[in-house]
């Protein structure tokens, strides 16, 4: 199994760009997605398959994936984005493996 | 339009077996598009995953829990379910189902989860 790095947090002010990251090895190998994660509520996929986004999810977010890094790009962020968000790739095509979650904060 | 809600018994004493079922409405379990998941967060921790499933009963588990986990699909009641044994205060967390969407290669719909301690 492999792991994936993300910071701890990130902070933000409303309106600016919020970059989070994600690392690892084998980034290249796996199609990477992202999940929002609000207090007391489900995770919400946001980005899927590097940088495609679910119906429903708003143009202001964007995935990139370049192998050995991979990034969670919030354009205009509102502070409705406010939540944890965690990056997901394959391991043998099977299974899950998470980043440790990345705790966004709009200032 | 497809909903997934997960129903446990909330406390489980040490050393006892956890038993979650995820029930599907609105979709079809049988459905070759979905493989079926099951998540945890443990309080002040991050999501991790438990195992995955298909209709047909393939399976695939996280390389840390495989030896305590089952997991099996009732396709007439449209469910499937998770069973954890020999559980301690670790395992106590908010458990999640999710489906997988093959094209998506992510979970795309999630439960509302349900909190399970481990107490005695």
């Known amino acids: 199994s492999f792991d994936l790095t993300q910071p701890p947090s990130v902070s933000v002010s409303p309106g600016q760009t919020a970059s989070i990251t994600c690392s690892g090895d084998n980034l290249g190998d796996?199609?990477?997605?992202w999940y929002q994660?609000?207090?007391?509520?489900?995770p919400v996929l946001v980005i899927y398959q590097d940088n495609r986004r679910p119906s429903g999810i708003p143009e202001r977010f964007a995935g990139s994936n370049s192998g050995k890094a991979a990034t969670l790009t919030i354009r205009g962020t509102q502070a409705m984005d406010e939540a944890d968000y965690y990056c997901q790739a394959w391991d043998s095509s099977t299974d899950v493996v998470f980043g440790g979650g990345t705790k966004l904060t709009v200032l | 339009q497809m909903q997934l809600q997960e129903s446990g018994p909330g406390l489980v004493k040490p050393s006892e077996t956890l038993s979650l079922t995820c029930n599907v409405s609105g979709g079809s379990i049988s459905s070759s598009s979905f493989y079926w998941g099951w998540f945890r967060q443990?309080?002040?921790?991050?999501?991790?995953?438990?195992?995955?499933?298909?209709y047909t009963g393939k399976t695939f588990y996280s390389p840390s829990l495989k030896s305590r986990v089952?997991?099996?699909?009732?396709?007439?009641?449209?469910?499937?379910?998770l069973r954890l044994s020999s559980?301690?205060?670790a395992d106590t967390a908010v458990y999640y189902c999710a489906r997988l969407l093959s094209g998506f290669d992510a979970f795309d719909l999630w439960g509302q989860g349900t909190m399970v301690t481990v107490s005695s």
């Open chain 2, 70 to 81: 089952t997991k099996s699909v009732d396709t007439p009641k449209n469910q499937f379910s």
């Open chain 2, 87 to 89: 559980v301690t205060a």
């Open chain 1, 37 to 42: 994660h609000k207090p007391g509520q489900s």
């Open chain 1, 30 to 33: 796996s199609f990477l997605s």
């Open chain 2, 42 to 54: 443990p309080p002040g921790k991050g999501l991790e995953w438990i195992g995955t499933i298909f």
